[in-house]
Each structure stands twice: as structure tokens, then as C-alpha cells.
């Protein structure tokens, strides 16, 4: 199995050094570099091409926000987990909106930042479960306001199915493949869901499914 | 009863209407004795002189008018006097030609019997005149005593003659008549009338004197009134100089008082709002510290206890390890939540929206209020004003969860000709903002009226409470924002944030109170 390649971006050197540790004492992980700003990850990326990069949000020069945006725009298939002290879905859903395909909290144990590196790898999403609860909880709050009905009973088991998958962060040529049907048909289906749920993106589906507890 | 006491634990901005009480400290009982003791002896002097001056004037008054009462009735009694006078001059004068005519006819008379009814007559008329003498000589001027007795001798004499004549026979009348008439009577008639005209003159000159006398007292008292008002117009204005210096200077003081008022409450507002700066300063750079460097620092903790871990301690290490681990993400979620509770990092990060959401979701997790937040903002706000509604929604927030007992609060920010509209609409137990006015809403007024905006509360008991801000933009230049992300977001995003805040608010807040933005 290939190493996977992680670039680590946060300004404290001694968090930087423990994650160094922590995941190249994992079988397959490797760090190919650490950068302290927004800046410096741009270019390591650039330079080293990782497969994943762990990101702090809160750093000079460039936010990670920022810097994920930059880095998904010019690299979509690197994979980027924002690694952040910030739980609040001001934050989570401004980085997922920047192309981040896992969020966690620095509280988070080493096991989910390991499970959340090899989901992205993968083509999925990860989150801490303590991200998904606060987005669900905020959800369903928002529903419990509005005392609304749920988008979701508008969606077809198939369509339901295909939700999932893209949810996962499978591409529309996967899901076809997996389901036996036609690129085009895909594609519709995927259409018809993002009307149904009134949503915009791909970032905004994954962020639906999160909050629905279709994926985690 | 709400807007008692503010978020707990946030440090209240110093209220100016605490510190407007400092200023009186220094005006001391004793500083205020002594003022008092220097406003009241003008005040005095004021009186004295006024008072004084008019009774100058009034006693000058009642003088001349008494003088002239009497200057008047000197004038009388001297005019009375001079013709009682001529009076008895005239009689004296007219009994001595009377009895000359009566002697002339005596001794025209062909008869001695004929003669005793003049001689009757005669001694009447010497009576008279001798009466008159008497009364004349009564007031005798000095310079008429010598014509005076003159005249009497002289008159004596001739009534001497006259009686000599008249105990004269037929014929010694016959005889000596003509000799006698002519130069006896005649003669010491003429005599005797230039003695009266003598005395007349004297007399009419004692008139002219006593005139001349009244006159120069009437000078006198021309002189004395031209004193009395010169002394007066004096004191006058003197009195008008002084008072008029001393109003002036009272004026000058009072525009000095009031400068001095208008100053120390434009410092004071100065002082407050840089307090209020300096403060929302700190809580910004405290809880961007709390966050970055302390709970970073727990989370090198946690990351260094993960590692450990790795290494496969014995189990004795490794529980030790897990509860730090515990403490450490438990040290991490409390900064976390300290530094939220200071300043949101949204509100630099983000903007005002996503902090007022975020305080939204965070009450209505605390207390189960349901806050809904509709925005109509066409860009970021300059960092005050953006603090400045945050901090006010905040309170408005918490006053409606701790004080109003409210179960929904509708916060409603837009743009509109150049200010910035928030409402704060609660359905709680409301209160009467003319009797209830704490600390709390006295710091979102304070806070509003340094942007120069305008502050409105408008709620009555038991019909929920609508709090209204009104803030002008154009007043304060805008201050770039300063993010806690470290970097400034990217310019270019603010027309991405809206389409955010709706797909945001479809999701959160429910998509009717977002459509607007």
C-alpha cells in the first residue's frame, strides 16, 4: 500500500512536532512537510503535493480557511482536514464551504485525526462526532423553530441512495458504476436532489448529510 | 424588570454616569462656604448702594422741597410785610396832608366854635398817625431808624404847630394865616412827606434786599440741588460701573463654568469611549490569547498524552495518562468557551451576522430562548459599530432570558440611508422603561450614543419589550477589521458571505428571515 503523504499546517511548533510524531509512528503515514502559515502551506502543497493536509484555521499570513480554498481550487484531489480549537458551525461550515472534506476538534483523539486521514485518502468525509452533533443539534433546532417539514421525505429511496454516496465523496462516475446506471441518469438524480434539498454544492450536500446523520 | 445586571461574566464598560459623579468630588463644603460668602458680598454692596443712592436722592428731594416751601413763604411774609408797611406810610402820609387841609380850613373859618369840631378831627388823625409811628416803629430796619426818628420829631413838631395854631384867636388867624400857611406848613409838609418818601425808598429798598437775600438762598439751593445730583449721578454711576463690572465678571465666570462643563463632559464621553475601546481591546486580544496560546497549549498536551500512550506505558502510566488527557480536554473546552464568552473570534473573523447567530444558537442552548436573527447588510460594518450592536443585541439577549422571561426574541440588523437599523423584539413580560432603568441599559445607551446613534426603548408591562438602535455610518471612518483567524479575510468574499448567510439561514434560522438578505 502507497504511503500517504500528510502536510501538517499550524503555527505552534510543539503541536506540529507531537502530530509528526503521533502519525509517523502510524504504519503508511508520512509528513512530508510542516508550515506555519497560510502562505507556507500554499507553496508546500505546491511543492510536495501530500495527499492529505491537516490544517489549523487560525494562523498568520493566511487563514486555513483561506488556504483550503486556495488549495482545493488548484489541487481537488488533495485532501483537506481542518484540525481547529473552533466548534462553532460558523467555522465548520465556512470550511467545508472552502472545500475541507473533515473537520475536527483539537480535542479530538488521535484515532479520529488517523480515521479522518484515511476517509479523505479515500474520497470520503470525516468528522469528529462532536462537529456532526453540534451541526445535527443545530438542525434540528433550526427545524424545531420553524417546526417545517423535513426536505428529506421529498427524496426517492434511489435518490436517498445517491445522496449518500456523493455524500461520501464518491464521483459521479463511482456511484454510476456501483449502481449499474448511466452517467446521465446520475447526474439527473443529482440535480433533482440538490433542487429538492434547495442546495447549491457538493459542500452543502456533504454538510446536509452530516447534519442528517446520513454520514458521519 | 430587566436590563439589571449585564452578561455576567463580562466586565461592564464604565458607565458615564458613574464617573460623571467625579467630577463633584472636588468641590469641597468649605470651597463651596467660601464661594457662597464672595456671591453674597456683592450682593451687599449691590443693595448698600442702590439703597443708598436712593435715599441720597429722596432725602435731597424732601430738602429742597421743604427749602423752597419756606423760601416761598419768606417771599410772602417779606412782600406782606413791605406792604403792610407802605400801608402805614400812606396813612402817616395822607393824615399829615388831611391835617394840613383840616387846619388850612380851621383857619379859613369865620367862627372859633366852627374850629373846635377840627380840632377834635385833628387830634383823631394825630392819633392815628402816632399809632401808625407806633406800629411802624415796631420792625424798624436798622438803616431807617435815623429818617425814621426824623420824621417823628419833625412830625411831632409840626402836630405842636398845629395845635399852637389852633388855640389861635380870629384874629391872629387873620393875621398870621397866610404866614403860617406859607411858611410853616407848607415847608414842614414838604418836609415831612421827603422824610416818608426817604423812608419809603428805605423800605422798598429793604424789598429789594429781602428779594435779593431770597434770591441768593434760592442760589444756594440751585447750587446745593446741582451737589446733590452731581454727588448722586456720581454714586450712580459709580454704582452702575460696578455693577456692571461685577455682572460681566459673573458672566465671564458662568461662560467659563459652562465651558469648563461642556469640556470635562466631552472628555468624560471621550474618556468613556476610549475606555469602552480600550476594553473590547483586551476582551479581543484576552480571548484571542486564551484561545491561540493556552488552549493550544492544552491541546500540545493532549497531542504529547496521545503519544505517550503510544508507547504502550504500563497500565499504572496509562491511566494517569487518560486523565490527563481528560483534564487537558476539559482545560481546552473551558478556554474555548471563556474566550467565546469574551469576544466572539466570529465577530473578527466572520462578521457581525455569523457572532449574532452564533450568540443566538448560544442563549437558546443555554436557556432555551428562541432567537431569531434576520440581517439586511450590504457589507461589514466598521469595528465599532459592528461591536457596538453585538454587544447591545448581547445585552438586549440577556436581559430577555434573565429578566423578561421572553420565549422568543426576533433581532432583526439592516442598511438603510446611510445607518444602521437593529430591533430587538421580545414577547416577554415587558417593563416600564420611565421607572426601570439598569446598569445594563444605561451601558447599550452609553454605547450607542458614542457612535452618535440613537437609542429607544419602547415596551410596557406585560406587552414585551422592542428595543430600537439607530447608528449613522458616515460618522466614524472605517477601521479594517482585525481578525483572530491572524490574516484579513479575503476582500473578494463578501458577495460569497451573503450566499452563505441565506444557505446558512435555511438550514439554521429558517429561510423566510433570511430571504430579505
Known sequence: MAQIRILLADDHNILRDGMRLLLERQPGFVVVGEAADGRETLQLAQDQHPDVVVMDIAMPNMNGIEATRRIVEKHPNMGVVILSMHHDESYIIRSLKAGARGYLLKDAVKAELILAIEAVVDGRSFFSPQVSRILQEDYFQALGRKNADDSYQLLTDREREILQMIAEGKTNKEVANTLNLSLYTVDTHRTHILQKLNLHSVPELILYAVRKGIIS | ?517
Open chain 2, 1 to 517: 424588570m430587566w436590563f439589571r445586571p449585564a452578561a455576567r461574566l463580562l466586565p461592564q464598560p464604565i458607565r458615564s454616569s458613574e464617573a460623571a459623579c467625579t467630577p463633584g468630588a472636588d468641590y469641597t463644603p468649605g470651597a463651596a462656604y467660601n464661594k457662597d460668602k464672595m456671591r453674597q458680598r456683592p450682593g451687599v454692596i449691590l443693595v448698600a448702594g442702590f439703597g443708598g443712592l436712593l435715599l441720597i436722592m429722596a432725602a435731597a428731594e424732601a430738602g429742597a422741597l421743604l427749602f423752597l416751601n419756606s423760601l416761598r413763604h419768606n417771599d410772602t411774609s417779606l412782600q406782606a410785610r413791605f406792604l403792610a408797611r407802605n400801608r402805614t406810610l400812606e396813612r402817616i402820609r395822607s393824615n399829615i396832608y388831611l391835617s394840613g387841609t383840616i387846619v388850612r380850613d380851621s383857619l379859613l373859618a369865620p367862627e372859633q366854635s366852627g374850629a373846635q369840631a377840627q380840632v377834635a378831627t385833628l387830634a383823631g388823625l394825630r392819633r392815628n398817625s402816632e399809632n401808625a409811628l407806633q406800629s411802624y416803629a415796631s420792625a424798624l430796619e436798622p438803616e431807617e431808624a435815623a429818617p425814621f426818628q426824623d420824621l417823628r420829631s419833625q412830625i411831632e413838631a409840626y402836630w405842636n404847630v398845629l395845635d399852637r395854631t389852633l388855640a389861635w384867636s380870629s384874629d391872629e388867624r387873620g393875621k398870621y394865616r397866610d404866614a403860617f400857611f406859607y411858611e410853616e406848613l407848607v415847608p414842614r409838609r414838604t418836609s415831612m412827606l421827603q422824610i416818608a418818601d426817604r423812608i419809603e425808598a428805605l423800605n422798598e429798598e429793604a424789598l429789594r434786599r429781602g428779594d435779593a437775600k431770597l434770591g441768593d438762598l434760592f442760589g444756594r439751593l440751585q447750587l446745593g440741588l446741582v451737589a446733590m445730583i452731581a454727588v448722586t449721578l456720581l454714586g450712580g454711576v459709580t454704582l452702575a460701573a460696578f455693577t456692571i463690572f461685577h455682572i460681566l465678571k459673573l458672566e465671564g465666570e458662568v461662560q467659563q463654568r459652562l465651558a469648563e462643563s461642556v469640556h470635562s463632559k466631552a472628555s468624560l464621553q471621550e474618556l468613556s469611549a476610549r475606555l469602552v475601546r480600550a476594553q473590547e481591546d483586551e476582551r479581543r486580544a484576552l480571548s484571542r490569547e486564551l484561545h491561540d496560546e493556552v488552549g493550544q497549549a492544552f491541546s500540545a498536551v493532549l497531542l504529547e498524552a496521545e503519544n505517550l500512550l503510544d508507547l504502550d506505558p504500563a497500565p499504572e502510566v496509562r491511566s494517569h495518562l487518560d486523565s490527563i488527557r481528560g483534564v487537558a480536554a476539559n482545560g481546552m473546552n473551558e478556554i474555548r468557551n471563556m474566550a467565546l464568552l469574551l469576544r466572539p473570534s466570529m465577530l473578527d473573523d466572520f462578521g457581525l451576522l455569523p457572532a449574532l447567530e452564533w450568540q443566538a444558537r448560544e442563549i437558546g442552548r443555554r436557556t432555551g430562548l428562541r432567537v431569531q436573527v434576520a440581517s439586511q447588510m450590504p457589507g461589514e460594518l466598521p469595528e465599532e459599530h459592528k461591536t457596538c450592536v453585538y454587544r447591545v443585541v448581547q445585552e438586549a439577549l440577556n436581559n430577555c432570558a434573565q429578566h423578561a422571561q421572553a420565549s422568543a426574541v426576533q433581532v432583526t440588523v439592516r442598511q438603510e440611508a446611510g445607518q444602521i437599523l437593529l430591533s430587538v423584539q421580545d414577547d416577554g413580560s415587558g417593563f416600564d422603561p420611565a421607572r426601570i432603568r439598569g446598569l445594563g441599559l444605561l451601558g447599550m445607551e452609553e454605547r450607542v450614543r458614542h457612535l452618535g446613534g440613537v437609542f429607544h426603548i419602547d415596551s410596557r408591562p406585560g406587552r414585551g419589550t422592542l428595543l430600537r438602535v439607530a447608528l449613522p455610518l458616515a460618522a466614524i471612518p472605517e477601521t479594517p477589521a482585525r481578525s483572530t483567524l491572524k490574516t484579513l479575510s479575503n476582500p473578494k468574499k463578501s458577495g460569497e458571505l451573503e450566499t452563505e448567510m441565506v444557505w446558512n439561514g435555511g438550514l439554521a434560522d429558517g429561510a423566510d428571515s433570511h430571504s430579505a438578505g
